[in-house]
């Protein structure tokens, strides 16, 4: 019986090249028929209350920062909006890049075909490409996640990678790079490789840091502290102001139990909610997840959790801290696909790393 053959590691980066810049055209033209941000975007007009005019007035945090990049291709460049989600996508395929190298280095499956198969299907699937390769906050999201984890792998040679990560996130969106600076304390004082001296002196900037950026979500939430009675609060404001679109994929959120926010956030829409081409396309990549996710339970029981790379341990950490948030904030299926998009691929990667774990004890 012949072996199942797949491309090398080296062959297929090249193939996810071209394929990720493809979901960029796929991306234009989907907003091209039907809207979206990330027009708005590049013609500048998504935040306009404060009236910019230069290319420095456009400068600040969330939409004021993606149109201060895109003033210069944007406006006096006048390049065209699918260049614009072009440049995008080989922002984030920086990204998938510097994650594949770190699943390479770390998995050590390079010489087994099934794995390396499961590992391209994970790096494959749609939703990742769809809203990390266009003009929008998920390209950069995941483009500061990759830094950010490059740095935390090797941080004595790697450290500046970290902090960029943290500043490009908190850039993108503000809670984002909180908890990655909030995550950078533990990552520094648990690092080997650091000396003392360094820790102690990283320790109260990073501290000051956190404090200014906590200070800084408050306002832009309007949030009067961090007390439980706050985030309830925030959280109704929130669920109301999203309301208002009543949008075909709305869901009833504040009344689900934790379980309930928990499956929708991992695995809706699921097979009998689906309508359309790109609901059934979630529909079947929610479906490979829950198969994926399924396989942990067993692999946690047998304690092969200490095989889990520390990078990885820390994107999981992040991805359900945000989680967590999205079960206060979000009740559109929509938004939930697009906003767990470029972490998703975390937990994907856990349950491959677990299965693989599993056959090398003959479980």
Not at 89 to 108: D, G, H, M, N, Y
Not at 267 to 287: C, D, H, K, T, V
């Amino acid at each position: 019986m012949n072996r199942i053959s797949v491309p090398q590691p080296d062959g297929f980066i090249r193939f996810l090249f071209f394929y990720h810049l493809a979901f960029a055209l796929v991306f234009t033209w989907y907003l091209n028929q039907h809207g979206g941000d990330a027009i708005r975007y590049w013609n500048l007009t998504a935040e306009t209350g404060h009236q910019p005019e230069t290319w420095s007035d456009h400068f600040g945090t969330r939409s004021y920062f993606i149109q201060w990049l895109n003033y210069l291709p944007s406006k006096l460049l006048g390049l065209p909006f699918w260049i614009g989600n072009v440049l995008y996508a080989l922002a984030s395929f920086w990204a998938l890049k510097i994650l594949f190298s770190l699943v390479i280095q770390t998995f050590k499956i390079e010489s087994d075909a099934l794995f390396l198969g499961l590992l391209y299907l994970v790096f494959l699937l749609p939703n990742l490409h769809f809203w990390t390769a266009g003009i929008g906050k998920e390209s950069l999201s995941l483009l500061g996640l990759a830094f950010f984890l490059k740095g935390s792998h090797d941080l004595k040679k790697g450290g500046y990678w970290l902090l960029l990560g943290i500043l490009l996130s908190y850039l993108v969106r503000p809670l984002q790079g909180a908890l990655l600076l909030g995550m950078a304390l533990p990552i520094i004082w648990l690092d080997k490789g650091l000396a003392s001296w360094l820790k102690l002196g990283l320790t109260p900037i990073l501290v000051v840091a956190a404090w200014y950026m906590t200070q800084f979500l408050l306002y832009i939430t309007h949030m009067d502290g961090i007390a439980p009675a706050d985030i309830v609060g925030f959280s109704e404001e929130q669920f109301r102001f999203l309301d208002q679109f009543a949008a075909g994929s709305a869901i009833p959120m504040r009344e689900y139990p934790w379980w309930q926010k928990a499956w929708t956030l991992f695995f809706r829409p699921f097979w009998g909610e689906g309508g359309s081409f790109w609901q059934y396309m979630a529909i079947l990549e929610n479906s490979i997840s829950l198969f994926l996710i399924l396989t942990l339970p067993l692999w946690l029981i047998k304690r092969n959790w200490k095989n889990i790379p520390l990078w990885l341990l820390w994107a999981l950490v992040y991805g359900l801290l945000l989680m967590g948030v999205y079960a206060l904030t979000l009740n559109n299926l929509g938004i939930i696909m697009r906003m767990k998009s470029f972490f998703m691929i975390f937990f994907h990667l856990l349950a491959i790393l677990g299965i693989y774990n599993l056959k090398l004890r003959n479980i």
